[in-house]
């Protein structure tokens, strides 16, 4: 996961795959410190979604 963050910019897939992996990996405040990253951007909504799960595994409502 760090490849992307090395990348200087990043298309809004990308991102929702990052978010994504993240999720999957366990990294719960990583899927949230990259969305705060990049909340202006349009993502896909599977990009949301793991933003989402993310917040209420963390029980941030």
């Known amino acids: 996961m760090s490849w992307f963050a090395l990348k200087s910019a990043l298309s809004n897939n990308q991102i929702a ?3 994504q ?3 999957w990996a366990g ?3 990583q ?10 951007q349009q ?5 949301y979604a793991a ?4 917040y209420r595994n ?4």
């Open 27 to 29: 990294q719960d405040k």
């Open 43 to 47: 993502l896909p909504a599977r990009g």
């Open 31 to 40: 899927v949230i410190t990259v969305y705060n990253r990049y909340r202006h």
């Open 58 to 61: 963390l029980q941030q409502w």
């Open 17 to 19: 795959d990052w978010l």
């Open 51 to 54: 933003v989402a799960v993310a």
């Open 21 to 23: 992996i993240a999720l």
